[in-house]
Structures are given as structure tokens and as C-alpha cells.
């Protein structure tokens, strides 16, 4: 048998995929978490060392656990957490821990460079992106500025910057391939959507030289091949690279235009496939490219809502009042009656707030709590605010384009939460979709590996796409979810927007 190697570098951990060469069924997976990183109040770091250790174990367990040898492995697709800012020497070596997307620390800076006349507008129409420290350039820039290693490497000509896929391509083709695709270069606030290019204007804004940056590649094709790796054999072809968030759009076979996904990871991403259409939101969300093939883009609309599944971590990890995630579930149905939650709100924005608002500076907030109020009503309250956020995503979407995204397609792994699925469906009033495989994420960076080593085309892959369920809308929650957005709006509008 012959396989693909997905390799899912994500915020909280990397997850190694095997899939079947032939069928493209999912044939195992091992997950590996690493720490987080909070030097300061709003500042998040990943030790590069600790991903690339993630990355050798779940490679080394996902083959040991399924009886698979290093040579059976056709080709490797590599999909990532996207804006994470990566500096690290020609020889492999990291200059500082990366800078996490959820990273607020160049607020300050962004603020600045949004009160230049016209800056903000230039950049919006250079890039699809509004100036925030969510996105990469500003992270480079105090990197540059602030971290005494990555200066010596830049005065001594020996400084890479980029983003995790750079990293991990660098470390498997032995530190020769410095290299990104267009999906994840549009992530960072330096490139031009139109050429798909670095933009020279925008490095000085930044103060990078474009030499320190990798080469803008096809997300399909060969980037490299694998080599002095103690893990695989070399020369394995890397033929996928995909931003996270495309490749779960991928994975969902939206390969044209006018398919739509929503992820439910970290955080929550709501992607729609615009094909060659360069269309500039009104309504908060962001242009980007979905992916790059033969040269030519394919683009995208994304809302982005930073902390979905991170809220019900931090129940479980700072409040403690669950053990593991997927107990949120049971906990929050103990609510019996739900008037004893019409005026508890969770607002989730623990990483400030992301489309359609970008307030770099919000706080996350629980409200309306009372002597009554316990860990099932917290538990509910933590899913009702996940579920709130992306409705604000999916009204800013039907906004922009006049569609009624009436059906919603779904992945990630809170999807697997039944009652967060039935709360997004009565309150955006959508029927949601969940897909045989939820882990599309990886499933995407694979296809896109099958596509650049010639193994399959597009339309032999849209076919492999089966839904497992849906979720309609609850007559019983229609009036109790309109008080909800109600209420959730006037707050939002009153303490949150800029």
C-alpha cells in the first residue's frame, strides 16, 4: 500500500495523518500537545523546538502504530496555524520562541500605524487585511526590533523569517527549502493579493528585507524533498502546503467557488471560496487567498473569531471545572430551564476580537451571574458565547455577499459537541453539516499533497466529500435564541466595538 503523510501543526498541538493513497480513507492519527507560552499578559509564545519534537513523535508514532515503513509514504502535505511568526537560522536553529496569532503584544504599534493617513486603506487593498497584531508583519517587526539574537542573525546575513510551514519545509528538506504558499503568505500583512508577491511598499512600512522572507510557491507542487531526517527516509516529496483554515476548506472539497466551511478548533474560522473574484468585505471579514495552483490564485472571505474551543480549555484548565473538554457537554445539560440563563453571557474574547469588530483590546467577560448561577450555567453560557461569536460571522458574510447561508458546513473538533451544533444551528438559524471526517484540516493538506505529486485532479477528489449529520434549528430555542442575539448585540455594541 501506498500512503500520504498529513502533517497538522496547530496551535495547541501537531496531529500526524496517514491516508490511503488509492481510496483516501483515513488509515490512523496520533495527536501530540505541547506547552503554551505567556511570558507577559496577552503575549503567547511556542518553544519551536517543542513543534518540531511534536512533529518527529506524532511522524514516528502514526507509522510505528500502523505498521507503515518510511518508504511506503508517496508524498507529505504540511497544513499550520497561520499567522505564527517563526525566526530561526540557516542552519534550523531558533532565534526566539515563535510568536503565537493570538499574540496582542504590537497593539500599540498597529494603533500607530493605523493613525497614518491612508495607511489602513492602502493596506486593505494591498493585502485583504486590516492592521492588527493578529497577522505576521508587525511580529516580524518586533522580532527585528526586540530580540537581540534575531538582530545579530539579520546583521550578520543569516536571519530566515516565516511562518510554521516555512519552518517545518526548512527542517524536513535538511535547511535547504525556504519556501511558504500563497495561502499562508496572504497571512501576513506583506503580500500583494493581486500578484500574489511581497510587496515592496509594505516591507518598508515593516522594515523587512525581502531577503529574509521565503519564496511564494504554487500550494501545489513539489517544495522539496525529505532528507537527514532520524524519523523518514529521504527523498519523500512535499507536495502540499496549505494555511490551516484553506485546508479545512479544502478538506471539505471547496474547491470552487461559492462553497463555504466553518471550523471549530482554537479558535473559529468561517471561510467562503470567491474563485478568482477579488471581493473587499464591508462587513468586518477579511480577503485572502484560499490557495495558489499553476500560478494562478484562487481567493476567499474569512471571518475569524479568535477563542472557540481555547474558552472550553480554559474551564477545564484555569477554572477546573471539568477535567477534559468534551465533558463540557454533560455539564452544560444539567441547565434544565433556560430563563435561568437570559441574562448570562460569555463573551469569549480572551485574544481581543477578531471579524467583524477587530478590537485588539478586548477582555473576555462573563455576565448577568447571580447566587444561583453554577458550573452547569458557566458550562452553557461558555458554548451559547462560541456559538454567538461565528452567528456574528456568519450575519457579517450574508452581508457582504446577499447570500442566505442557509446550510453550513462543519469541522474541527468541537463539532463533535452536540449541543454547541444544535445551539449554532437555532441561532443562525442554519442548517450545519457535519462531514464523515472532521478532521478536514489535515484531510485537506493530504488532498493538496495528492494533487501536486499528479495523483488525483480536483474533480475525482470533490467526490470523496460524505456527510455524517446535520443540525436544524429548534422550534423550542427560536424565541429564547432571538433574546439571546439581542441581548448579545447590545452589549457587544456598548462595550466592545471600537
Not at 502514526?62 to 505564527?84: D, P
Not at 486603506?121 to 492592521?131: C, R, S
Not at 524533498?225 to 485546508?247: E, W
Amino acid at each position: 500500500m501506498k500512503f500520504i503523510l498529513s502533517i497538522d501543526q496547530g496551535t495547541t498541538g501537531t496531529t500526524a495523518c496517514l491516508i490511503d493513497a488509492d481510496s483516501f480513507s483515513f488509515v490512523g492519527k496520533v495527536n501530540k500537545e505541547y506547552p503554551q507560552i505567556y511570558p507577559n499578559p496577552s503575549w503567547v509564545e511556542h518553544n519551536l523546538n517543542d513543534i518540531w519534537f511534536s512533529v518527529e513523535f506524532t511522524v514516528r508514532e502514526v507509522l510505528k502504530s500502523n505498521n507503515v515503513n518510511g518508504s511506503q509514504i508517496v508524498a507529505i502535505g504540511i497544513t499550520n496555524q497561520r499567522e505564527t511568526t517563526c525566526a530561526f537560522n540557516r542552519v534550523g536553529e531558533p532565534l526566539a520562541n515563535a510568536i503565537v496569532w493570538q499574540d496582542r503584544r504590537t497593539s500599540d504599534f498597529c494603533h500607530e500605524l493605523r493613525s497614518q493617513n491612508k495607511l489602513s486603506e492602502k493596506i486593505k487593498t494591498i493585502t485583504g487585511l486590516p492592521i492588527e497584531p493578529y497577522f505576521s508583519a508587525s511580529k516580524m517587526n518586533w522580532l527585528l526590533k526586540n530580540n537581540a539574537e534575531v538582530r545579530k542573525a539579520a546583521e550578520n546575513n543569516d536571519l530566515l523569517l516565516g511562518t510554521i510551514d516555512t519552518f517545518l519545509l526548512y527542517k524536513l528538506t535538511n535547511n535547504t527549502n525556504h519556501k511558504t504558499d500563497a495561502s499562508n503568505a496572504s497571512r501576513t500583512m506583506l503580500m500583494d493579493l493581486k500578484t500574489t508577491s511581497w510587496d515592496n511598499e509594505l516591507l518598508k512600512v515593516f522594515d523587512i528585507k525581502k531577503e529574509y522572507l521565503p519564496s511564494i510557491e504554487d500550494s501545489f507542487h513539489q517544495f522539496g524533498v525529505t532528507k537527514n531526517l532520524t524519523f523518514l527516509p529521504d527523498g519523500i516529496p512535499i507536495t502540499g502546503i496549505l494555511g490551516d483554515q484553506q485546508s479545512a476548506l479544502f478538506g471539505q472539497a471547496g474547491f470552487y467557488q461559492g462553497e463555504m466551511k466553518c471550523t471549530y478548533g482554537t479558535g473559529a474560522f468561517l471561510l467562503l471560496n470567491t474563485g478568482d473574484e477579488l471581493i473587499y468585505s464591508k462587513s468586518g471579514l477579511l480577503t485572502t487567498v484560499e490557495y495558489r495552483h499553476n500560478g494562478k490564485a484562487c481567493y476567499a472571505l474569512e471571518g475569524s473569531s479568535y477563542i472557540a474551543g481555547a474558552a472550553v480549555q480554559w474551564l477545564r484548565d484555569n477554572l477546573k471545572i471539568i477535567s477534559k473538554s468534551s465533558e463540557v457537554e454533560s455539564l452544560a445539560l444539567e441547565v434544565k430551564n433556560l430563563s435561568e440563563l437570559k441574562n448570562i453571557l460569555f463573551f469569549p474574547f480572551f485574544s481581543g476580537i477578531g471579524s467583524p469588530y477587530w478590537n485588539a483590546e478586548a477582555k473576555a467577560s462573563i455576565i448577568g451571574l447571580t447566587r444561583d448561577t453554577n458550573r452547569a450555567h458557566i458550562a452553557y453560557a461558555c458554548l451559547e458565547g462560541i456559538a454567538l461569536s461565528i452567528n456574528d460571522l456568519i450575519m457579517a458574510m450574508r452581508a457582504d455577499t446577499g447570500l442566505a447561508i442557509n446550510t453550513l458546513k462543519v469541522d474541527g473538533g468541537a463539532v463533535e459537541n452536540n449541543l454547541l451544533m444544535k445551539l449554532q444551528a437555532s441561532i443562525s438559524e442554519t442548517k450545519i453539516i457535519k462531514p464523515q471526517v472532521i478532521e478536514t484540516t489535515a484531510f485537506g493538506a493530504a488532498l493538496a499533497a495528492a494533487i501536486g505529486a499528479g495523483i488525483a485532479e480536483f474533480d475525482q477528489l470533490k467526490n470523496i466529500w460524505k456527510k455524517d449529520c446535520e443540525f436544524n434549528l429548534d422550534d423550542k430555542l427560536v424565541n429564547y435564541a432571538k433574546d439571546k442575539k439581542a441581548l448579545w448585540n447590545k452589549i457587544l455594541n456598548t462595550f466592545y466595538s471600537n
